[in-house]
């Protein structure tokens, strides 16, 4: 047996399964894998009290590459999985991996229902617009008008926006980042797993086979400063190559403007992650290349009791008041006595 | 907790008093009525006074059809006796029929010469236009062949209740124990367990209290007063073993059995569930005994609550989902899921009548198929079903102590007839419940996610174990390892190694019984529900001197290992089951004997007379032939 002992400060490398990993080469999961290992050095995770539970989809044969405890299991159905594992044991760390797919198409109404309820787990949606597994078909997430494999004259869907809906249910951790920006992946997913309650992290992931570059504008060097905008706690909201732009608030409505020329970074909009009302989270998460920058970094991060917290709650206080005796349990409500 | 009850005194006097061994009344009104609750309390009070008693409630999917309407007719059926009685009963002795609808759609369930009481006041000409009626059957002369009793139920209950504070409607409401009350004294039932209960229900509220044991006793006391009934009937009590009893439904047993194999077991009971007639009774009761470790969730749908029962197994619960077939479907893939990954879990379907959804309130066991073969691929898992509402009670533990013992899903089958109908129940001391055991790997022990014992079945290891983590999922596994694995050989041994762990069952279950001589000219096989109406019709026919026994068969997925053994002592072998003949499918191919199949789908038992006229014509064929 190779038990984790507390003392011992484990590796990167021993976060991972002797399994080959399966991915095509190139894929942006690889990247993402790397830094789940090395955030969970930063966290110290022990690999008993750790669980990575997945959907169907190629981000989600993740679990197999973790030494910790793992579970693969149905299309869509990730997070009832791990609902009822965190239920179970709540001093379990479970995190999620799953797609836009998974998540957001075949496992939409669970993505809501775990986001409303808070249950404690780190959700990471590796989101690249396509559905991989089945061969290149657009998802939930590809823009209007993809032609893809079963959209040939270009897909008439609109798109969901990831960040919309778990703001929308009210999420008490949001989070955008990128794959390949593996710096800022680490801080996110770092402060996604330290976060109590449901944490949703969406990853801008490259599948160079199907969709390949459709975060190019996002990440090529020349670009990524004026088309991301990296959101930092109580500053206001900067971006560009020199950093002399900025988001401003006309009315209930975003706009960009240049700063300088009576303009000071005090007539920008300021972040606030911690902001109870999901509002402005929800403002960042509308904006969309190439009209805006898009926001990476924590949108929101609020305090709420997570629901397994809530329902032990329960459940201790009516042990508490009320001693389980199998006995008395069976005899409630009238019963009577034959001789 | 109370000792039996004495009968209540009859009335010094002149009032005759019939004697007899078993009766059975209908209470049937609006959904609002509160029929089901007068029924209750007949049963309960029954109980308590020591008849066995037997239920059949009958209430419609709308919550509240239009008042008055065909469609909103509420019943409740109760069955007491001073026998042992197995069935509610295939016709009604009284009837309480609360406005012409309840009447009409009643009626033909009564014997001739039945006691036929109604409301009077109810049969307004808007409620008899309401009920389709040309000519008020009151009337008419159609009723000439009842014991027809017109109460005045609504001005009565008014009066009744005229000092209490409650007016209108609220008054209004207590005329279903104004009716109960009558009842009450015409067949000598005790009125304390009732008004026990009034006081305990509505205790915070003195006026609804007190209208409603003032309209109990008004009932009581008019019966006692007024000439109008001829006689009044009494049924001694039964003949039972010594004992604690209560009575109990067979989702009350069900969440009870389940709660008691985790508490045997030491291990939190999670359930999770969506909420579904008839099965959502489950998740209340469950929901009230947090104190025992239970954590219910109430999930987004069936795919979330099976889904969160088969993470909670793998995080070492005791977890079960209950639903209907409506929901079994959903939750099809993930039972699949929790068959390759060969975890414990648990899934109680309570059937309804179907297809789609079918009869949501009516009882069908035509799940059967759905449970055997309703997943892709080659999917076994143990299927087993109830008898009796209370057998839910001790099915719920053994189904528990089957998806431990081989790390496999068991469906648990019961019906909407066990779920709601009740029957007195003999309170098991807990030392004596069967033990669940628990085996989960302990450090130092060597491990790998899939090697197997002597019963096929996997370790449950579970997380927060050091040195046992490992993955599971629902692609193929290598045996032992556990690695993905999409080799020939290994898939063809994985199929059949599943499939042999479940036939492996058979050696740990009783073996099939048969009731009356081992051998003869027919046997009346049956499973789930039908147990009491083809036990008694079986008896009933053996009275008269028939060469006719009964098996019944409680486990389906596998078979007692003698099934074939005992089918094939008897020339031939009868099959009554509510649905198309599902099982006789299945023990035909299994057995290739010829078996006679009896259905029924009309979204209610089987009356007993059914079953004795079948055994009865196949008999005197026989004969003939």
Redesign the interface.
Known sequence: ????SATVQLTAKDYA?D?EIRWCPGCGDYAILAQVKKALVGLGA????T?F??G?GCSSRF??Y?????????HG?A???????????P??HVWVVTGDGDALSIGG??L??TIRRNVDITVLLFNNRIYGLTKGQYSPTSPLGKKTKSTPQGSVDFPLHPLSVAIGAEATFVARTIDVNVKHLEYVLERAAAHRGTSFVEIYQNCNIFNDRAFEYATSKDQKHDTTLQLEHNRPLVFGKDRDKGIRLNGMTPEVVALGDGITEDDLLFHDERSAEPSLAYLLSRMHHPDFPEPIGVFRCVERSSYENL??D??KT??S????D??T??????????? | MVTAAKPQDAKKGTMPVVELEAITVRFCGDSGDGMQLAGTQMTNTSAIFGNDVSTLPDYPAEIRAPAGSLAGVSGFQLRFGSVKLRTPGDQVDALVAMNPAALKTNIADLVPGGVLVVNEDAFSDANLAKAHCDTNPLDDGSLDGYQLFRIPVDKLNTEACKDTGLTGRAAARCRNFYALGLIYWLYGRPMEPTLRWVETKFGSKPAVASANAKALRGGYYFGETTEMFPSRFLVKPAKIAPGTYRTISGNEATALGLLAAANSAGKTLFYGSYPITPASDILHELAKHKNFSVCTFQAEDEIAAVTSVVGAAFAGALAVTGTSGPGVALKAEAIGLAVMTELPIVIVNVQRGGPSTGLPTKTEQADLNQALYGRNGESPVCVISASTPADCFDMAIEAFRIACEFMTPVILLTDGYLANGAEPWRIPNPASLPQIKIRHPKPGDSYQPYQRDDKLARPWAIPGTPGFEHRIGGLEKSDGSGDVCYDPDNHDNMVRTRRAKIDGIASTIPDLQVRGDKSGELLVLGWGSTYGMIATAVEACQAKGMKVSSAHLKYIDPLPKNTGDVLKRFDRVLMPEMNLGQLVVLIRARFLIDVVSLTKMQGKPFMVCEIESKIEELISNGKTS
């Open positions: 047996m190779s038990g984790d399964s399994q022990e690999r008993h009290n669980v539970v997945s169907i679990p197999y973790m030494n910790t405890y793992g579970f693969h299991s149905i159905r997070l009832g999985v791990a609902t009822g594992v965190k239920i179970a044991n001093d379990l109404n669970h809501l229902h329902l032990w329960q459940v009516a042990a008041t009320d001693a389980p199998l006995g349990l069976l005899q409630k409500g009238d019963s009577w006595v034959v001789d």
